[in-house]
C-alpha cells in the first residue's frame, strides 16, 4: 500500500545508517565538507545508478529536475556537478567500500537457507567504481570497449587478473 514515500526514499531506507555513520567516521569522510555530505554524495551516486544515469551531468540535471522532491528522496543539500566531482575525487574510497562489506554481510544472513544464491553473493565482487580502465587489449581479448581502452565493470573474487597498464 502506498504510504505517499518515494520508491528511491524507501529503497534506501534499507542502508544500515549506523554501520554507514561508523564508516564515514572511521575514515573522516566529514573532515573538510562543506557542502556535500557523505550521505548525500552516496544517495546521488545510487540515484544515478538505479536511474541509469550516464554521467555526474545527467544524475545532477536528473536531480535537478525533481528539487521540490529532493527532501523527500533523502536529500539534505542540493547537488550541483563540480560539488559532486569533488567530493567523488577526494573523498575516502574506503567509506564505500566498507559499506558495501557491511551490505553484503546483510544479503549473506537474508540468504543462508538458500545456499545456491548464498554461494553466488560470497563468490562475487561488486565494483563500485566503473570507469574505465586502459588494458593491454592483445593480453585481454575479452574486455573491448574502444579500441584504446576496456570497462570492466564486475569480476569474479575467484579471479586474481592482473592488469597492465597501456602506456
Not at 567509506?95 to 554461494?119: G, N, W
Not at 588494458?135 to 579471479?159: D, G, I, K, R
Request: proline residues 2%; contains cysteine.
Amino acid at each position: 500500500m502506498n504510504r505517499g514515500n518515494y520508491v528511491f526514499s524507501d529503497v534506501m531506507a534499507y542502508l544500515p545508517r549506523r554501520s554507514f555513520d561508523r564508516c564515514v567516521a572511521q575514515y573522516e569522510g566529514e573532515r573538510y565538507a562543506k557542502n556535500l555530505s557523505c550521505r548525500d554524495q552516496f544517495l546521488a551516486m545510487a540515484f544515478g545508478q538505479l536511474a541509469y544515469r550516464e554521467s555526474l551531468r545527467d544524475v545532477v540535471s536528473c536531480l535537478s529536475s525533481h528539487d521540490r522532491k529532493r527532501y523527500h528522496l533523502g536529500f539534505r543539500a542540493r547537488v550541483t556537478r563540480s560539488t559532486l566531482a569533488d567530493a567523488n575525487e577526494k573523498r575516502d574510497w574506503r567509506i564505500y567500500r566498507d559499506l558495501a562489506q557491511v551490505l553484503i554481510e546483510q544479503a549473506q544472513k537474508l540468504y543462508i537457507d538458500e545456499p545456491d544464491i548464498a554461494s553466488d553473493i560470497k563468490a562475487s565482487c561488486y565494483a563500485i567504481d566503473s570507469t574505465s580502465i586502459h588494458l593491454c587489449l592483445s593480453l585481454f581479448p575479452w574486455a573491448p570497449y574502444v579500441t584504446a581502452s576496456a570497462n570492466v565493470q564486475e569480476m569474479e573474487c575467484q579471479w586474481y587478473w592482473t592488469l597492465t597498464i597501456a602506456a
